[in-house]
C-alpha cells in the first residue's frame, strides 16, 4: 500500500486556514485533517472531537510527558498537540494528512518528517486580516489586537515553508491548495514509492 503525504498549513489567526481546509477535504477524497488536543475552552459552535479534542491542562501534561504528541505548542496561552499514532495510521494506510499547526508545530514536524510538505495561508494585508478578525466575533478588541501583534510575528517565519497561499479570493485560493497537494502527490519522491511495481518492470523490460 502506497504511504500518504504528511502536508503542514500554517496560517495567522483570522487568514481563512481552517474553511480553507474543511472546503479542500470536500473535495479531496484521500485526505484527512488531524483533529489537534487543547486546553483552550469550546467556542460556541464547535463540537469535541470534532473541531478539537478539549482536555484540561493536567491531562494535556500527562500525554505529554508520556511521549503521546507528534508536536505540540502553546499559542495564545493554551496548548496544542498532535496525536502521533493518529498520523502515522492514517499516512500508514495511504491517506494523506493535513496538519493545520503554527509555525512552532510546523519546525518539530518539519524535523521529524523531512519530505512534509508545509503550505502557509497569508491575508492579502493587515487591514484584511484585522477586519476578518472583527467579523467573526469570537474575540474582544484586546483579544484581536494581541493576534494581530501574533500575526505579524507569525508571518515572520514565511519563508520556513514551501509554498505560499494568497487568501484573497477564497475560491483561487482554494484551487491554488488543490494543486500544491496534486503536484506533490506527483513529485518522484512520491511516485517512487506509489509506483515502486511499475517502475520496476519498467526498468527491467518486462
Given at each position: 500500500?502506497?504511504?500518504?503525504?504528511?502536508?503542514?498549513?500554517?496560517?495567522?489567526?483570522?487568514?481563512?486556514?481552517?474553511?480553507?481546509?474543511?472546503?479542500?477535504?470536500?473535495?479531496?477524497?484521500?485526505?484527512?485533517?488531524?483533529?489537534?488536543?487543547?486546553?483552550?475552552?469550546?467556542?460556541?459552535?464547535?463540537?469535541?472531537?470534532?473541531?478539537?479534542?478539549?482536555?484540561?491542562?493536567?491531562?494535556?501534561?500527562?500525554?505529554?510527558?508520556?511521549?503521546?504528541?507528534?508536536?505540540?505548542?502553546?499559542?495564545?496561552?493554551?496548548?496544542?498537540?498532535?496525536?502521533?499514532?493518529?498520523?502515522?495510521?492514517?499516512?500508514?494506510?495511504?491517506?494523506?494528512?493535513?496538519?493545520?499547526?503554527?509555525?512552532?508545530?510546523?519546525?518539530?514536524?518539519?524535523?521529524?518528517?523531512?519530505?512534509?510538505?508545509?503550505?502557509?495561508?497569508?491575508?492579502?494585508?493587515?487591514?484584511?486580516?484585522?477586519?476578518?478578525?472583527?467579523?467573526?466575533?469570537?474575540?474582544?478588541?484586546?483579544?484581536?489586537?494581541?493576534r494581530m501583534k501574533q500575526a505579524v510575528?507569525?508571518?515572520?517565519?514565511?519563508?520556513e515553508a514551501d509554498f505560499i497561499v494568497?487568501?484573497?479570493?477564497?475560491?483561487?485560493?482554494?484551487?491554488?491548495?488543490?494543486?500544491?497537494?496534486?503536484?506533490?502527490?506527483?513529485?518522484?519522491?512520491?511516485?517512487?514509492?506509489?509506483?515502486?511495481?511499475?517502475?520496476?518492470?519498467?526498468?527491467?523490460?518486462?
Amino acid at each position: 500500500m502506497s504511504k500518504g503525504t504528511l502536508f503542514i498549513i500554517t496560517a495567522p489567526s483570522g487568514a481563512g486556514k481552517t474553511s480553507l481546509v474543511k472546503a479542500l477535504l470536500d473535495r479531496e477524497q484521500q485526505l484527512r485533517v488531524s483533529v489537534s488536543h487543547t486546553t483552550r475552552s469550546m467556542r460556541p459552535g464547535e463540537q469535541d472531537g470534532i473541531n478539537y479534542h478539549f482536555v484540561g491542562e493536567a491531562e494535556f501534561m500527562e500525554m505529554l510527558q508520556a511521549g503521546y504528541f507528534f508536536e505540540s505548542a502553546e499559542v495564545y496561552g493554551h496548548h496544542y498537540g498532535t496525536s502521533q499514532l493518529w498520523v502515522n495510521q492514517q499516512l500508514d494506510s495511504g491517506f494523506d494528512v493535513i496538519l493545520e499547526i503554527d509555525w512552532q508545530g510546523a519546525v518539530q514536524v518539519r524535523n521529524l518528517e523531512p519530505l512534509a510538505c508545509s503550505i502557509f495561508i497569508l491575508p492579502p494585508s493587515l487591514e484584511t486580516l484585522k477586519t476578518r478578525l472583527h467579523e467573526r466575533a469570537q474575540d474582544d478588541p484586546e483579544t484581536i489586537e494581541n493576534r494581530m501583534k501574533q500575526a505579524v510575528a507569525e508571518i515572520s517565519h514565511v519563508a520556513e515553508a514551501d509554498f505560499i497561499v494568497v487568501n484573497d479570493d477564497f475560491e483561487t485560493a482554494l484551487q491554488d491548495l488543490a494543486a500544491i497537494i496534486r503536484s506533490r502527490r506527483l513529485t518522484v519522491k512520491s511516485q517512487e514509492i506509489n509506483l515502486a511495481s511499475l517502475l520496476t518492470s519498467l526498468t527491467r523490460g518486462n
